[in-house]
């Protein structure tokens, strides 16, 4: 089976030790690209050196995750501009909105994720997308821009397929589907299927979020097998499916 791995946190410093063996497992498990995530402009050296450490294997995304939001946003806006006209990125992301942790930024989140998305557009690149709590607010400020020119992912989509629906009247969307869809709690599976598979994307948000039976444990993009079962049974396909689909999808959204 063939897989490719839309969100990974591969730079966090629980893979410091064997970073190398989560790579070797990801290979053996079908993995053929895994796609990195980026949350601050401090760390973007690491995924710069992590795509060049494993070349046509990592692809560096550049983005300001909107926990990151804070009084010095500006400076990470002006780090974020000088990333994405100097280098070169799969995808503008981790961006959006986060309403869970913290309400009080949420203004600030706004201006970060709205320059963020004007920069996708304008340079052409697909848009990888966090909404917690937040999903008005985030087609919002999508709805802002030409549909014709939007397109991306929503990352760890636990929505309804309503919610599908308007994100697709905004843009050339996908959706993320990760661990929790492994989770017995998960409710949004039961209409899962309403979304049709190839519109789906397979993604870890490793470290975190490992599905079942690993649910726990440090995640890892050869994890993804697991979740790549669970949408067999949801999609009454096969996992081999399931896996040459949503790469088929991620291959036409990124690459
Ligand atoms: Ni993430």
């Not at 709590?133 to 992912?153: C, H, M, S």
């Amino acid at each position: 089976m063939r897989i490719i791995e839309t969100h990974a946190h591969l730079d966090d410093p629980q893979y410091s030790e064997d970073l190398d063996e989560v790579i070797l497992r990801a290979k053996q498990a079908g993995v053929e690209k895994v796609l990195l995530a980026s949350v601050t402009m401090r760390d973007i050296e690491k995924l710069k050196a992590l795509e060049s450490k494993y070349p046509g294997f990592c692809y560096a995304m550049v983005g300001v995750h909107p926990q990151e939001v804070n009084a010095s946003y500006r400076e990470e806006l002006d780090a974020f501009d000088r990333e994405i006209h100097s280098g070169k990125f799969i995808a503008v992301g981790e961006v959006g909105i986060d309403l869970y942790w913290d309400k009080t930024t949420q203004a600030e989140q706004e201006i970060v994720f709205r320059h963020q998305v004007a920069s996708a557009v304008e340079i052409g690149l697909p848009i990888a997308i966090h909404a917690r709590d937040a999903f008005q607010p985030t087609v919002n400020i999508l709805r802002e821009f030409d549909k014709n020119k939007l397109r991306g992912v929503l990352h760890c989509f636990s929505g309804a397929p309503e919610n599908a629906r308007a994100m697709m009247s905004l843009g050339d969307f996908y959706f993320g589907i990760g661990g929790v869809s492994t989770f017995k709690n998960a409710k949004f599976t039961e209409r899962l299927s309403e979304i049709p598979l190839d519109r789906i994307l397979l993604e870890t948000d490793c470290p975190y979020l490992a599905p079942v039976p690993m649910r726990g444990k440090r995640n890892e993009p050869s994890f993804l097998t697991f979740v790549a079962g669970k949408l067999a049974q949801i999609y009454s396909v096969t996992a081999e499916q399931v896996g040459e689909i949503t790469s088929k999808n991620a291959e036409k959204l990124f690459f």
